[in-house]
């Protein structure tokens, strides 16, 4: 039962360019969202959040979109830098709840090329 | 403001042996979460403890596997008699606030079963 899905395996973009990273959930009770960013042999790095009271959060060339009607949230990353190659996973947690667990997606490979 | 510190950050085991995985949180920090990455997977969640509290465990597998994050030191993941199905990196988190909110990453402890 994946609650969270990142349905694109991989995305390969050109550098400069926007890239563009789905996320779609099934649990409703979700009201919080993460993005975190993964290199190999490291741990994820924390990128941006938003909370479900939101549809837009912004943090520098990083921009999250959260669509609650179609359980839908989306990484901008705007301009795309080949640093930015990297595994992204989104991630899930419901506030209300006695734990703060995430529940994350499988992960997308950007790949940023020069 | 030194992040969250994992050790060792990789460990071999033969199977039947014990494994211990240490996690420092970040200052300030009274939250911890434990999550492991099978190969090819996205994170799983694994247990939620604050200080002296087990909050949450529902992701731990119900034998073998224990956890604590005592008054004093950091907090111990701890799988006894391991075997090469318990490969896989384990990453510590910790937050400042209690369920859920931002979570920060170690860099992951790699655990390898012979």
């Known amino acids: 039962d994946q609650q969270v899905k990142q349905n694109s395996p991989s995305l390969s973009v050109q550098e400069g360019r926007i890239s563009i990273l789905n996320c779609d959930y099934t649990?409703?009770?979700?009201?919080?969202f993460l993005w975190y960013k993964k290199y190999p042999a490291e741990g994820p790095t924390f990128l941006i959040s938003?909370?479900?009271?939101?549809d837009k959060n912004e943090d520098g060339r990083f921009t999250v979109f959260l669509n609650k009607s179609a359980k839908h949230l989306s990484l901008h990353i705007v301009p795309s830098q080949p640093g930015d190659s990297a595994v992204y996973f989104c991630?899930?947690?419901?506030?209300?709840?006695?734990?703060?667990?995430?529940?994350f997606g499988q992960g997308t490979t950007l790949q940023v090329k020069p | 403001n030194a992040g969250v510190m994992q050790n060792p950050r990789h460990l071999v085991r033969r199977r039947g042996q014990e494994a211990r995985l240490r996690c420092s949180p970040m200052k300030g920090h009274s939250h911890v979460y434990w999550y492991r990455q099978l190969p090819e997977e996205g994170l799983k969640f694994m247990v939620y403890?604050?200080?002296?509290?087990?909050?949450?465990e529902s992701g731990m597998p119900k034998e073998r596997f224990s956890a604590e994050f005592p008054k004093e030191g950091p907090s111990i993941l701890r799988i006894q008699q391991v075997v090469r199905g318990d490969s896989a990196a384990y990453f510590c988190a910790s937050s400042p606030l209690p369920r859920g909110g931002d979570q920060y990453f170690g860099a992951g402890t790699r655990l390898s079963v012979l």
């Open positions: 991630a899930a947690s419901t506030t209300s709840s006695n734990t703060g667990k995430l529940i």
């Open positions: 649990n409703s009770m979700f009201d919080y």
């Open positions: 938003i909370s479900s009271i939101k």
């Open positions: 403890l604050q200080k002296e509290n087990i909050i949450d």
